[in-house]
């Protein structure tokens, strides 16, 4: 059994900023990728950021230059700074995590952490 655990969602004004945090927890043998994704309302889910276990990233078109994922490898722990938030930036954000566990590598998703952008 894997948990994912995020924390650091919130209701910032524009120009703002946030640190996300998700948190991998249970029979875990490695962790090949961890990453956010954000679904507004009315939209489909898209990619924020991921971060392979090199620490190799990749970023959606819309963050880059304003957020930055990160990792804490002893501790299974993905971070996402974000910097110069938008309202367009608004949207529950899910940590998503490729786990090798005992009978294979399927992918896990967080339960969601709000972000509001607003004044």
């Known amino acids: 059994q894997v948990q994912l655990v995020e924390s650091g969602g919130g209701l910032v004004q524009p120009g703002g900023s946030l640190r996300l945090s998700c948190a991998a927890s249970g029979s875990i043998f490695s962790i090949i990728a961890m990453g956010w994704y954000r679904q507004a309302p009315g939209k489909q889910r898209e990619l924020v950021a991921a971060i392979g276990s090199g620490g190799s990233t990749n970023y959606g ?13 002893a501790k299974n722990t993905v971070y996402l700074q974000m910097n110069s938030l938008q309202p367009e930036d608004t949207a529950i954000y ?15 998703w ?7 952008v607003s004044s």
């Not at 078109?61 to 490898?73: A, E, L, M, Q």
């Not at 899910?94 to 090798?100: D, H, L, R």
């Open 110 to 116: 967080g339960q969601g952490t709000q972000v509001t």
């Open 61 to 73: 078109d819309s963050v880059k230059g304003r957020f930055t994922i990160s990792k804490d490898g």
């Open 94 to 108: 899910y940590c998503n995590a490729k786990i090798s566990v005992r009978d294979g590598a399927p992918n896990y």
